[in-house]
């Protein structure tokens, strides 16, 4: 399942970036992230509880940064499982600046298995986008609070 977005955050670029980088910063943003910690270079563990209709679950996964043209772009993959299925996916992320701050365009691939895929397949893109709205609105929140 593809999906896409766009959002405008209300900082420079490179402090946008940093942010987006930083797993501190994107445990406090993430929607149900209960734990985000590095496990490598680029590479993070994660702990994240999130419901889609029916079916909740609590997924634990591993986050890998690649392709990184600071402070432009980068690759992020993800791999998770919990008890009602599993999730996997790579979004590319493309920074820009704007008179305003920085645009961030997100590309996504996501295949979702389990429980979770055969109640939530129809609804997974409404709740995804919805999930990415609030992370976006949470980091714009951090990054304009010490302006």
């Known amino acids: 399942m593809n999906f896409a977005g766009d959002s ?7 402090r946008v970036w940093d942010a987006l980088l930083d797993p501190e910063v994107l445990a406090k943003c ?6 985000l910690e590095t496990t490598g ?9 999130l419901g889609l209709a029916a079916v909740k679950g609590t997924y634990t996964g591993q986050v890998k940064i690649s392709e990184k043209r600071e402070p432009d772009q980068y690759v992020m993959a993800v ?3 919990g008890s009602s299925g599993t999730v996997k996916g790579t979004a590319t ?11 961030v365009h997100w590309n996504a691939d996501v295949q979702i298995g ?13 709740v995804s986008k919805l999930v990415a709205g609030e992370f976006f ?3 714009d929140q951090h990054l304009t609070q010490d302006q």
């Open 79 to 81: 791999e998770g499982t």
């Open 41 to 49: 270079p680029d590479t993070y563990s994660a702990v994240v509880s």
């Open 93 to 103: 992320m493309t920074l820009s600046a704007t008179t305003e701050g920085t645009s």
């Open 8 to 14: 405008l955050l209300h900082a420079p670029q490179q």
């Open 30 to 35: 993430l929607p149900g992230c209960e734990r």
């Open 114 to 126: 389990g429980p979770i895929a055969g109640v939530g397949q129809r609804l997974f893109g409404g």
């Open 137 to 139: 609105k949470k980091m």
